[in-house]
């Protein structure tokens, strides 16, 4: 396989970051944005002013608002929002040339079908081979070339190799495995705990509770992923424990953020007011509640955000009730 040219489907922060990771690794790249003044932006001064303003992209980076002209591309990067991936890819699919792989960018379990990210995939486009892209990495930080360093599932050893060296670049290192449903897990959980320990700093709980929320988030997030056939050691690494303390340890999280503005007093509405980009774990915690649900996991950190945001809860009732749980061995 050789793979020269790279089509990445969202010019948000990080399709755009992506973007610069894919140009600096050596490939052409044609990034698809919906918002005309984004392309208008990109254009005229090489810069995405509405989503990562004051990065100065790669010569190799194009832009187009045209889906039909990703077609043409060697391996397409999928990075919209997790609840508009579906209407996207079906947008896509007729342009679909053979055998292209798809990686999959976006973090998030789909509302109403509970479907992860490469669920949505084989059904939109059921003959693409497909990847999971995932770990520790701010847009702002990886457009910049700073190092970072991320999980790459695919199922095909071989195709997983060549997508790997595909996409290393200078300061961007992907580490290979073959577990795509741990992979999207740890992604998708994480950012509905981040809003949980951005609360607890919005509500100076101290750091005593911020690292009791990540430790025993993690091991939310690892019961689920083993529940839906994942495997621990991948939530254990960069896609799940590597990605949930960066995004609980910094307000340049979206999630975090939220939670921190919920925690200092803020209603669901002010906080979000004004935001262009998403807050992937509002937009996911409903469909995680209703999937821990279904496969039986417990998730009380996680049921209790979704709570807070669906306003069937406040900031302290959710404090009292985490507190209040009857004690238990640490493995419950």
């Not at 457009?143 to 996409?167: F, I, K, N, Q, Y």
């Amino acid at each position: 396989m050789e793979f020269r040219t790279a089509g990445v489907i969202g010019a948000g922060a990080w399709g755009t970051a992506l973007a610069q990771v894919a140009a600096r690794a050596g490939l052409d790249v044609l990034l698809q944005a919906r918002e005309p003044e984004v392309v208008e932006s990109v254009r005229e001064h090489r810069v995405n002013e509405a989503f990562l303003p004051g990065v100065i992209l790669e010569d190799r980076v194009q832009v187009t608002a045209d889906l039909a002209d990703l077609g043409a591309c060697d391996v397409i990067l999928a990075v919209p929002p997790a609840q508009f991936m579906r209407s996207t890819l079906q947008a896509f699919a007729p342009h679909y040339r053979a055998e292209v792989p798809i990686v999959l960018c976006s973090k998030g379990v789909e509302r109403g079908s509970l479907k992860l990210m490469t669920d949505v995939l084989s059904e939109t486009i059921p003959a693409a081979p497909q990847a999971v892209l995932s770990g520790p990495s701010f847009a702002g930080e990886v457009a910049r070339g700073l190092p970072s360093a991320v999980t790459l599932a695919c199922a095909d050893e071989v195709l997983g190799e060549e997508l790997m060296w595909t996409l290393s670049a200078p300061g961007f290192r992907p580490y290979l495995a073959a577990d795509l449903i741990g992979a999207e897990v740890g992604g998708a959980i994480k950012n509905v705990l981040a809003i949980a320990c951005g609360m607890s700093e919005g509500r100076g709980l101290g750091r005593s509770a911020h690292a009791a929320i990540i430790t025993r988030g993690f091991a939310e997030m690892t019961r689920l992923g083993v529940a839906m056939g994942g495997q621990a050691e991948t939530v254990a690494g960069l896609c799940g424990l590597g990605d949930l303390v960066l995004t609980c340890s910094s307000p340049q999280s979206r999630n975090m953020s939220l939670g921190l503005a919920l925690g200092q007093g803020q209603t669901v509405q002010e906080a979000l007011a004004g935001k262009r980009s998403v807050a992937e774990g509002y937009e996911s915690a409903p469909a995680v509640r209703q999937l821990a649900a279904k496969m039986g996991v417990d998730m009380p950190i996680c049921l209790a955000v979704s709570h807070l945001l669906s306003g069937e809860t406040t900031v302290d009732q959710v404090i009292d009730d985490l507190l209040s749980r009857p004690l238990k061995t640490e493995r419950e």
